[in-house]
């Protein structure tokens, strides 16, 4: 082979790139083989970053000294802190992205990482020799050897677009799709499923009517995702907001059998939560309009996203729909909407550090592994990254559990349970949410990243510079008093604040002025120290049932008294711990306790050590 690599990573998406930097900084050589890098990190759909659990998502990734976070701080052109009135558990950070200047700055990222070259070519086939990869083919630059592989391919393979009665194959607007990849994955015995996404058309600033539609402006105190953004001073842009009507939803209603996104002309399952508004209109036949938010794309460019009408039908039907709004009567259309359907390989088939569990040494990140989303994509990348360079390093795998980070849920969630329509991250599947905060993923996670070698020792010190700020803040508010009360407890009363405390005394003003991250976080949690305590108890039960370790390559057909649905369950996803076992979909309680007999007889037989 021509050229050779530590790790290839093929996609160079949202997935792709967290994982090729996470490689290259782990000191693996790594090669990001990509369509096309002009593309790379391109935001398929809309020009945002973050939300509810998504916000939560980027800021693990940064804690764990990922990108994504960086790069939407340094090209966002608004910020808001989703449900700011709400409780802290389910607050998440998100902005509008310049999508242009997003990509253009992670290429450059990417293009100043040591030990990453960045080659434009196809990945066609997986290389495998005795039972493990050894590279991959590519369709120009030839076979490229690797001791592991990381397929990021998102929406691309076996990609096909449809707009009305039109078809076409692709893997996003004007790209090819990734077909050979596909076929070799089925080769390698991978069971491969169908999905389908939508995406809405895209108007022209200059032919919408601003003056007649709602404006929502940014938050006027930043909230950045990266720990290392200690402040953020950008020009904000407004998105507006618009609705369907009455007229907007007859239109779809006569249309529905030209809308394969809802005709069934598209037979793969779509995302529930993020349905087309040809469904909504059919689902939510009760709402009497839908909102359409109305996203600018870019600081520099005519291009706006409508958010809420992603769509299928044909361009003439998405036109009449469009101009049917109030605000919108005389808009253009620059990019219709359309729907696209791809394969994607049913994550079941991957242990928990997403390696494929019949081929050692290949990973699965992205879209492609049943998820929609960046900020999905992004996470899994990073973890990708992680475990393919310590697999090549002959190191144990990292996975995260579900009480330390929202990239443990998806992926505890991906491996155990499958991916039965496209997933995303919401704040309810999380079960210690208190505790996945998006305040404190640094701690959660950056001692972690620093011991694995993914975090350099500025980010670690700018996290101790906080922990002991926290602490000097925790000390002040016990020894500060007003009257019987000390401060702490006084902060504990529903409508006080920490700000209105620290105008009480200046030395406390003067600390929490001096690292207000440090502060939110030592308010939030004295605020909530009953729940949070709560959680860590719950934390510790969970805790003891992931440590009840099923040994490896164990044989379930020698299990009596096994249902055999259960049987076969077990058998097809290998739980790692009971914890896990009893997560799987239709196992009972009942078949947990058989294992865990089981599992104690053998011990006890063969003086195996279990917990
Ligand atoms: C039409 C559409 C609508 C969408 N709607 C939504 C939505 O409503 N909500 C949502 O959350 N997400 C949506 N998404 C999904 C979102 O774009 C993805 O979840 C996210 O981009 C996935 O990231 P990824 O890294 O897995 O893949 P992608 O971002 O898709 O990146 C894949 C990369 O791999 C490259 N590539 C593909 N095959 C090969 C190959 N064989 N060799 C080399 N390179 C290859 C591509 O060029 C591309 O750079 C939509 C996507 C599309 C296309």
Same mark, same amino acid.
């Given at each position: 082979?021509?050229?050779?690599?530590?790790?290839?990573?093929?996609?160079?998406?949202?997935?792709?790139?967290?994982?090729?930097?996470?490689?290259?900084?782990?000191?693996?050589?790594?090669?990001?083989?990509?369509?096309?890098?002009?593309?790379?990190?391109?935001?398929?759909?809309?020009?945002?970053?973050?939300?509810?659990?998504?916000?939560?998502?980027?800021?693990?990734?940064?804690?764990?000294?990922?990108?994504?976070?960086?790069?939407?701080?340094?090209?966002?052109?608004?910020?808001?802190?989703?449900?700011?009135?709400?409780?802290?558990?389910?607050?998440?950070?998100?902005?509008? #992205?310049?999508?242009?200047?997003?990509?253009?700055? $992670?290429?450059?990222?990417?293009?100043?990482?040591?030990?990453?070259?960045?080659?434009?070519?196809?990945?066609?086939?997986?290389?495998?020799?005795?039972?493990?990869?050894?590279?991959?083919?590519?369709?120009? /630059?030839?076979?490229?050897?690797?001791?592991?592989?990381?397929?990021?391919?998102?929406?691309?393979?076996?990609?096909?677009?449809?707009?009305?009665?039109?078809?076409?194959?692709?893997?996003?607007?004007?790209?090819?799709?990734?077909?050979?990849?596909?076929?070799?994955?089925?080769?390698?015995?991978?069971?491969?499923?169908?999905?389908?996404?939508?995406?809405?058309?895209?108007?022209?600033?200059?032919? *919408?009517?601003?003056?007649?539609?709602?404006?929502?402006?940014?938050?006027?105190?930043?909230?950045?995702?990266?720990?290392?953004?200690?402040?953020?001073?950008?020009?904000?842009?407004?998105?507006?907001?618009?609705?369907?009507?009455?007229?907007?939803?007859? =239109?779809?209603?006569?249309?529905? %059998?030209? &809308?394969?996104?809802?005709?069934?002309?598209?037979?793969?399952?779509?995302?529930?939560?993020?349905?087309?508004?040809?469904?909504?209109?059919?689902?939510?036949?009760?709402?009497?309009?839908?909102?359409?938010?109305?996203?600018?794309?870019?600081?520099? /460019?005519?291009?706006?996203?409508?958010?809420?009408? !992603?769509?299928?039908?044909?361009?003439?039907?998405?036109?009449?729909?469009?101009?049917?709004?109030?605000?919108?009567?005389?808009?253009?259309?620059?990019?219709?909407?359309? &729907?696209?359907?791809?394969?994607?390989?049913?994550?079941?088939?991957?242990? #928990?550090?997403?390696?494929?569990?019949?081929?050692?040494?290949?990973?699965?990140?992205?879209?492609?592994?049943? /998820? #929609?989303?960046?900020?999905?994509?992004?996470?899994?990348?990073?973890?990708?990254?992680?475990?393919?360079?310590?697999?090549?390093?002959?190191?144990?795998?990292?996975?995260?559990?579900?009480?330390?980070?929202?990239?443990?849920?998806?992926?505890?969630?991906?491996?155990?349970?499958?991916?039965?329509?496209?997933?995303?991250?919401?704040?309810?599947?999380? +079960?210690?949410?208190?505790?996945?905060?998006?305040?404190?993923?640094?701690?959660?996670?950056?001692?972690?990243? %620093?011991?694995?070698?993914?975090?350099? +020792?500025?980010?670690?010190?700018?996290?101790?510079?906080?922990?002991?700020? $926290?602490?000097?803040?925790?000390?002040?508010?016990?020894?500060?008093?007003?009257?019987?009360?000390?401060?702490?407890?006084?902060?504990?009363?529903?409508?006080?604040?920490?700000?209105? =405390?620290?105008?009480?005394?200046?030395?406390?003003?003067?600390?929490?002025?001096?690292?207000?991250?440090? &502060?939110?976080?030592?308010?939030?949690?004295?605020?909530?120290?009953?729940?949070?305590?709560?959680?860590?108890?719950?934390?510790?039960?969970?805790?003891?049932?992931?440590?009840?370790?099923?040994?490896?390559?164990?044989?379930?057909?020698?299990?009596?008294?096994?249902?055999?649905?259960?049987?076969?369950?077990?058998?097809?996803?290998?739980?790692?711990?009971?914890?896990?076992?009893?997560?799987?979909?239709?196992?009972?309680?009942?078949?947990?306790?058989?294992?865990?007999? %089981? *599992?104690?007889?053998?011990?006890?037989?063969?003086? %195996? !050590?279990?917990?």
């Amino acid at each position: 082979m021509k050229h050779s690599y530590d790790i290839i990573v093929a996609g160079g998406g949202h997935a792709g790139c967290e994982a090729a930097l996470a490689a290259a900084r782990l000191g693996a050589r790594t090669a990001l083989v990509t369509l096309s890098p002009e593309t790379v990190a391109q935001m398929s759909c809309n020009p945002a970053i973050g939300g509810l659990a998504k916000g939560q998502v980027v800021r693990e990734v940064d804690a764990l000294g990922g990108a994504m976070g960086l790069v939407a701080d340094q090209t966002a052109i608004q910020f808001r802190l989703l449900n700011r009135s709400k409780g802290p558990a389910v607050r998440g950070p998100r902005c509008q #992205s310049d999508r242009d200047a997003y990509a253009r700055a $992670m290429l450059t990222r990417l293009r100043e990482q040591e030990n990453l070259d960045i080659v434009a070519d196809e990945a066609m086939r997986v290389l495998v020799a005795d039972g493990r990869v050894c590279g991959i083919a590519t369709a120009v /630059t030839g076979d490229l050897a690797a001791r592991a592989v990381i397929l990021t391919p998102g929406t691309f393979l076996n990609g096909r677009m449809h707009c009305g009665e039109r078809v076409w194959p692709g893997g996003r607007v004007n790209e090819p799709p990734s077909t050979a990849l596909s076929a070799s994955l089925r080769d390698l015995g991978l069971e491969l499923g169908r999905l389908k996404t939508g995406t809405p058309p895209r108007l022209d600033r200059r032919t *919408i009517d601003f003056d007649r539609l709602q404006r929502q402006d940014g938050d006027g105190d930043i909230v950045p995702f990266s720990f290392l953004t200690v402040r953020l001073r950008i020009d904000q842009t407004p998105c507006f907001i618009a609705y369907t009507n009455e007229r907007v939803h007859q =239109l779809l209603r006569d249309n529905l %059998h030209r &809308a394969p996104l809802y005709s069934g002309q598209i037979e793969s399952t779509g995302p529930r939560y993020c349905p087309s508004i040809e469904t909504k209109i059919v689902r939510f036949a009760d709402h009497d309009r839908h909102q359409v938010f109305l996203e600018p794309e870019g600081r520099d /460019t005519d291009w706006v996203y409508a958010n809420g009408i !992603s769509t299928s039908v044909p361009a003439d039907v998405q036109l009449a729909m469009v101009r049917a709004i109030e605000g919108l009567e005389r808009a253009e259309i620059l990019r219709f909407g359309y &729907a696209i359907e791809y394969d994607f390989v049913p994550p079941t088939q991957l242990t #928990s550090d997403l390696q494929v569990k019949r081929v050692p040494g290949l990973f699965l990140a992205g879209q492609i592994n049943g /998820t #929609s989303g960046y900020e999905e994509a992004a996470g899994q990348g990073l973890m990708a990254g992680l475990n393919a360079a310590r697999y090549v390093a002959r190191q144990e795998s990292v996975v995260l559990g579900r009480d330390q980070a929202y990239i443990g849920v998806m992926i505890d969630d991906l491996v155990t349970k499958g991916a039965e329509e496209p997933y995303r991250l919401f704040t309810s599947l999380a +079960e210690y949410r208190l505790l996945l905060r998006y305040d404190n993923a640094d701690r959660r996670l950056t001692p972690l990243g %620093h011991e694995m070698g993914l975090v350099d +020792e500025p980010r670690r010190r700018l996290l101790n510079e906080k922990l002991a700020a $926290m602490e000097r803040i925790a000390a002040a508010l016990a020894a500060c008093r007003d009257g019987s009360k000390s401060f702490a407890e006084l902060l504990r009363r529903p409508e006080m604040t920490l700000t209105e =405390l620290a105008g009480r005394n200046a030395d406390l003003a003067r600390l929490t002025a001096a690292l207000p991250l440090a &502060a939110e976080q030592v308010e939030i949690e004295v605020k909530y120290a009953g729940y949070l305590e709560r959680q860590a108890r719950q934390v510790e039960g969970f805790r003891r049932r992931e440590l009840r370790r099923i040994p490896d390559g164990l044989d379930y057909a020698s299990v009596p008294q096994l249902r055999h649905e259960a049987r076969e369950k077990f058998a097809r996803i290998r739980p790692t711990s009971l914890g896990q076992a009893a997560r799987i979909p239709g196992i009972g309680h009942s078949d947990v306790t058989v294992l865990e007999i %089981h *599992i104690e007889r053998l011990r006890r037989r063969q003086g %195996h !050590s279990l917990s």
